[in-house]
């Protein structure tokens, strides 16, 4: 009898031991939230996967705290945009982690910048210009060409830090691409009405953006990049919208919303905000879900 209730207990113990899931083979640091899920849609519950910063978090200037230590110390992989975007914190963050497998020039570390065709590349290093990338505008995730170029990239990484599950990450990456291509090509014949759409930015970071549908650029509530408006700077930009109106005023999640209230309620000029990267929105809570919400405000102000 007992040697029959020892049996059942082990039984048991491997049925509940069955139906847990799998850990995760990978743990996945990334430094903004369009890397986090476009990792989550390529490794499934292969991965662990968080964010160091959210859509309401400026990836300029964060802290690295303990927390956020513990993590890069456990991490296979850390996936970040690069280009001096999160200069100010990501190498403490990693000189304290500790953390070998995640150090720059490993298989553990991907600065997604590097591999897509930079823009607004500086022709001269002056810092009197303001916060300006030396090695060109980090925010490449604004064009989803981009994003579908870093999905190859990351499909290979991960399979070299995890080949046992290289398949899963092979099914799972043409997958997505299948989606995100058809996507592509449904979202450029939506923007045709954006073409030519001219506007006032926050902060010099909608480059890609502009690039991938033909927006213009016409002005900045920073003054210069990285330094908050100022009311001289604004009653300038008053006085230029009043000569020669912008259709827009656009800013992000992170942003303060109050200068472009202010530029919007003395030159009439409607300000939206878009979510930026997922999470911004209520809507944009996957990668699909950024670029269709935030085609869905621009194209309100233009119907």
Request: aromatic share 6%.
């Amino acid at each position: 009898m007992k040697a029959i209730k020892k049996m059942f207990g082990l039984f048991v113990l491997a049925a509940a031991a069955s139906s847990q899931p799998a850990l995760a083979a990978l743990k996945v640091l990334a430094c903004e939230p369009e890397w986090a899920a476009l990792v989550q849609e390529l490794a499934g519950d292969k991965a662990s996967v968080s964010s160091a910063t959210t859509a309401l978090q400026d990836p300029h200037h964060i802290e690295a705290k303990p927390s956020l230590i513990a993590r890069a110390r456990n991490a296979d992989l850390l996936v970040c945009s690069g280009s001096e975007l999160e200069v100010g914190w990501l190498p403490l963050l990693i000189r304290q982690s500790g953390n070998q497998r995640i150090q720059p020039g490993t298989p553990g570390y991907l600065e997604t910048s590097q591999f897509v065709a930079r823009l607004d590349i500086p022709k001269s290093i002056d810092r009197s210009l303001g916060d300006i990338h030396v090695a060109g505008n980090p925010h490449i995730h604004l064009d989803p060409r981009n994003i579908a170029k870093i999905a190859e990239l990351l499909r290979d990484r991960l399979a070299h830090l995890d080949p046992v599950n290289a398949g899963v990450y092979a099914t799972r990456t043409a997958a997505f691409l299948l989606r995100w291509r058809d996507a592509i090509r449904r979202w450029e014949t939506e923007a045709a009405p954006l073409r030519g759409l001219s506007m006032v930015v926050y902060h010099r970071n909608m480059a890609y953006l502009n690039a991938w549908l033909g927006l213009r650029e016409v002005g900045s509530l920073e003054p210069k990049p990285g330094i908050p408006p100022t009311t001289a700077h604004l009653a300038g930009l008053i006085t230029r919208m009043q000569a020669e109106p912008a259709k827009l005023i656009v800013y992000v999640a992170y942003n303060h919303p109050q200068a472009a209230d202010f530029l919007s309620g003395r030159t009439r000029i409607p300000a939206v905000m878009l979510p930026f990267t997922v999470g911004g929105s209520e809507r944009a809570k996957d990668l699909f879900g950024l670029f269709d919400d935030t085609l869905a405000r621009l194209l309100a102000v233009v119907k």
